[in-house]
């Protein structure tokens, strides 16, 4: 009884730890929404009842389906909205109720663990060391309370390596057999979960293999973990060629996330990470090399027919390969958090060494003190962890303190309109909803339809493009001034002269017309954040240009042979009308129907001139609420803009639009317009219209 009580005291120093860190996160759009916010709105997909996810590379799948249940069953005792919406309208509770979850979840396993261990091998200090597994490396506890990938590595990972370690070295074990089947099958499940939590996760497979004492039990454990990991990532198979594709990607690009140049590494740059990996914490560099040198010593004795354990040798050899090879994968695109599903092994690591040295039965010391010495260790692990991590766990609340002041701030302008210049944390939750909401697949056009009501005056500019952006449409500034009149700019983490030019641009236009003033109401220097507000003159913006050219057809109309639908006034043609359908109609009879095998039509290639506004508008119906409007270049790399923002709807029908800003610096003389549909239903459209306006 007394050792079931000492292997509660780890994990509740565990959970004690996570809630410190859990308690430093006020807010999770503050700390960075990447990418928390991706996987809520991907497991409220699943709790929707849509098999649909926008995020699959890593693949990730158990963490969203997860976040899927425990959505599901909460949205079943408080949900009055869909799941979904319920969601979109308080993201943060529900993070805040997985982060809860996860730290529960590891102290249980964190016991648990403990607990197989003390069951098999009645060592209770060798049981209390495996329970360390999520304070051996750096930065573990910081992520495991986060609902993302890294939180099921630690949990699964610790759990799996203690699995291992009493599985092999337990009495159950037969060195003439190996591996008992039932133990393959059940380290293919873990490994199955790993590996489709994160991909990075695939070089553990080596420790089975090197264990595998047959072929017999290397086809089972093969045909074990394809089944396993086909399992976890059930809601992800349908689209498995974006998965490979991102795979291949990854190998054959040297940059970050698949781009870069086409080869697999710089070596530069992976030279430098490797600097880095073994250079950031001593922990990790330490027992990396303790595990290197007990492989060689194995190796050595093996060779000279010294080692009275092979399976110890096969074992050692697995682990440090595994981890090696995690090494040299992170080297190539470094982040330490990737190295954590390593992490999560050290406590096997140390204790296979160990056992490679000595032996854990023989150190003198040890058996003349078997009570004193491992718990002085372990106190002294729990006092170098402290020393270690105080700042990352208990001072991290300084970080949120100076943006929640801003928020009290813009508490005050509430009802105005916001144009956000932020690419990660700010202080405004909506950037973290959009960008989920990017990530949430098919699921984007409704999600964007439904959360627009809640977030009428959130803006936002996007640095890589340079378009403002209200959800899935673009928008320009003169727009939002002719409608609001004024409105405030939000920066943070920007250069003063950024920040000048840029306003500079907002307010005036392109052939220097004052469209409106500014100046900073707000700065708060610790978080570098500063507000600006813009007051619009009402004059001058009722002055600017209305549209040059309006291109608009109800698909009524053909040509002689056909062909082309023409527009209203017949002096343009809009490409296709072959795929002319009168099964649905907004308005006349007849609409254009897209399909699997038809996905592109109603071509139409118009003029345009650098700064010019394009707006195209059309009433879509379908049921799978997919299909949008593309308008390019003919060299998509000088101007590419897809849309399929709902601005209305009406018996069963949507309105969706397109629409952007020409690049001042644009080459070409016209702009193509076509619809795009890429799913296996159909899709109609009917009643197009594109306005071009002049930059000013």
Request: hydrophobic residues 45%.
């Amino acid at each position: 009884m007394r050792s079931r009580a000492a292997l509660l005291l780890l994990p509740l120093l565990i959970v004690f730890l996570c809630i410190s860190c859990y308690l430093n996160i006020s807010n999770f759009y503050m700390s960075g929404h990447d990418p928390v916010y991706p996987y809520l709105i991907n497991a409220a997909n699943l709790a929707s009842g849509y098999m649909e996810l926008g995020l699959i590379e890593h693949p990730g799948t158990p963490v969203e389906c997860f976040g899927g249940v425990l959505i599901f069953l909460r949205h079943l005792v408080s949900g009055e909205l869909p799941a979904y919406q319920e969601v979109l309208r308080n993201p943060e509770s529900y993070l805040h109720m997985l982060s809860a979850a996860l730290i529960l979840l590891l102290g249980f396993i964190s016991f648990c663990t403990g607990s197989l261990v003390y069951r098999k091998t009645e060592n209770l200090p060798l049981a209390i060391f495996f329970q360390f597994f999520p304070l051996l490396g750096p930065i573990m506890i910081q992520h495991a309370v986060l609902f993302k990938p890294e939180s099921f590595i630690v949990i699964t990972g610790g759990y799996f390596a203690a699995f291992l370690y009493v599985n092999v070295f337990g009495p159950q074990y037969n060195t003439q057999q190996g591996l008992k089947p039932s133990t393959i099958i059940l380290s293919s499940l873990f490994l199955g979960l790993l590996i489709a939590t994160k991909i990075i996760c695939a070089p553990f497979v080596l420790i089975i293999l090197f264990l595998c004492h047959n072929w017999k039990q290397f086809f089972l454990f093969c045909i074990s973990l394809s089944l396993s990991f086909l399992l976890f990532i059930l809601p992800a198979i349908p689209k498995y060629m974006i998965i490979w594709q991102w795979m291949q990607d990854l190998l054959h690009h040297d940059g970050i996330y698949g781009h870069g140049k086409e080869q697999i590494i710089n070596s530069h740059e992976f030279v430098n990470n490797l600097r880095k990996i073994f250079s950031t914490d001593f922990v990790f560099t330490g027992t990396w090399i303790l595990l290197t040198a007990a492989v060689l010593v194995s190796v050595v004795r093996l060779l000279r027919k010294k080692s009275s354990d092979p399976v110890l040798t096969r074992f050692i050899i697995g682990l440090w390969l595994s981890i090696s090879v995690l090494i040299l994968m992170v080297a190539k695109h470094f982040s330490f958090h990737y190295l954590i599903a390593g992490m999560t092994f050290f406590p096997l690591s140390i204790v296979l060494s160990l056992r490679v040295f000595v032996g854990i039965k023989n150190i003198g010391i040890y058996n003349r003190y078997p009570q004193v010495v491992p718990y002085t260790l372990f106190c002294l692990l729990i006092v170098f962890y402290f020393c270690r991590e105080e700042k990352s766990i208990f001072l991290f609340r300084d970080h949120k303190n100076p943006i929640q002041n801003t928020c009290h701030f813009l508490d005050s302008k509430s009802g105005m309109a916001v144009i956000t210049i932020s690419d990660d944390h700010s202080a405004f939750i909506a950037p973290s909803i959009w960008f989920g909401i990017m990530y949430s697949g098919d699921m984007r056009s409704e999600y964007f339809h439904f959360i627009k009501k809640y977030y009428q005056n959130w803006f936002a500019y996007h640095l890589d493009t340079k378009e403002i952006i209200h959800w899935d449409e673009g928008v320009l500034v003169t727009d939002i001034l002719k409608k609001r009149r004024n409105a405030l700019v939000y920066f943070i983490e920007h250069s003063p002269d950024f920040e000048n030019n840029l306003l500079k641009e907002f307010t005036q236009s392109p052939k220097g017309l004052t469209l409106a003033k500014y100046k900073m109401i707000y700065e708060n220097k610790e978080s570098e954040e500063r507000v600006y507000l813009m007051e619009g003159d009402s004059a001058q913006l009722a002055r600017l240009p209305v549209a040059r050219s309006v291109y608009y057809s109800d698909l009524e109309k053909t040509n002689a042979d056909h062909s082309a639908f023409l527009s209203n006034d017949s002096l343009y043609t809009f490409k296709k009308a072959n795929q002319v359908s009168q099964t649905e109609h907004h308005s006349g009879v007849n609409s254009i129907q897209l399909n699997n095998t038809n996905q592109y039509g109603l071509d139409l290639e118009f003029e345009v001139k650098p700064g010019d506004f394009v707006e195209a508008t059309i009433w879509r119906k379908s049921s799978d609420h997919s299909g949008e409007i593309v308008l390019s270049a003919k060299d998509n790399t000088m101007f590419y803009l897809g849309g399929e923002a709902i601005i209305a709807t009406e018996n069963g029908w949507e309105q969706i639009t397109c629409k952007g800003t020409i690049p001042i610096d644009y080459k070409e003389k016209t702009v193509n317009f076509y619809l795009y549909y890429n799913l296996k239903k159909e899709v109609y459209f009917d009643d197009v219209k594109i306005t071009v306006t002049p930059g000013e």
